[in-house]
């Protein structure tokens, strides 16, 4: 069965520094997701990305954050100078279509943990 | 804001018994309720869906019901199972680019 797969599965990191998680969506879907759990809360949407280009994104995804698919089989999140609050299980999801009429269904990975220090 | 709200936090079950979780939600923009699965280590997997349109929907041992005037749906696991053990999370959408809002969680233990 097709599955996303993300790496690294566990990143420890210092404050201020710059972290790149990557996925790699399952192959024929065309939307591509960043959410992120924050130990023992919810499960919170940071950014959605169709045709190379950003579709939509949180108040969370600042300028701090930047997604890019750098070619056919990646895509990546990046952190720019990581923070203490950026702690977090990061999933990735890719889905066939948009989310709409039970045709969208989104695909999570296994998520990537980021600790920052 | 918390746009969609989750209970309870957690709920212990016997074997065979049923499983309810309950979620509430505000904006009346939202047309598609998915619930997702999530074993510990693992990401959240879909488990069912149901719109608006629908007031309950069943698969297997998995029941929606979907109340639109409350604008609260819930999710029935009959005849619970151990491997049912898991953490549950309600979810809620508009016509956008799958930006799912989710509900805080309900962690389902299933004793023997």
């Known amino acids: 069965e097709p599955e996303v797969t993300q790496t690294p599965s566990h990143q420890v990191t210092q404050m201020g520094q710059e972290v790149i998680l990557r996925c790699v969506p399952i192959s024929n879907h065309l939307y591509f997701y960043w959410y992120r759990q924050i130990l023992g809360q919810k499960v919170e949407f940071l950014v959605s990305?169709?045709?190379?280009?950003?579709?939509?994104k949180s108040e969370i995804f600042d300028d701090q954050f930047s997604v890019e698919r750098p070619d056919g089989s990646n895509f990546t999140l990046k952190i720019r100078s990581t923070k203490l609050e950026d702690s977090a299980m990061y999933f990735c999801?890719?889905?066939?279509?948009?989310?709409?009429?039970?045709?969208?269904?989104?695909?999570f990975g296994e998520g990537s943990r980021l600790t920052v220090l | 804001q918390q746009q969609v709200k989750q209970s309870p936090q957690s709920l212990i079950v016997q074997k065979g018994g049923i499983s309810i979780i309950n979620c509430a939600y505000e904006?009346?923009?939202?047309?598609?309720f998915p619930w997702y699965q999530q074993f510990p280590g693992k990401g959240p997997a879909l488990l069912i869906a149901i719109r608006p349109d629908v007031s309950e929907k069943k698969e297997g041992r998995f029941t929606i019901s979907f109340n639109k005037s409350a604008k609260q749906f819930s999710l029935h696991i009959m005849d619970s199972q151990p491997g049912d053990s898991a953490t549950y999370f309600c979810a809620a959408t508009t016509d956008s680019w799958g930006k799912l809002q989710f509900g805080a969680g309900t962690q389902v233990v299933v004793t023997p």
């Open positions: 999801a890719s889905s066939l279509r948009r989310q709409r009429r039970n045709t969208g269904e989104l695909f």
């Open positions: 904006n009346t923009a939202f047309d598609y």
């Open positions: 990305f169709y045709n190379n280009e950003i579709s939509e």
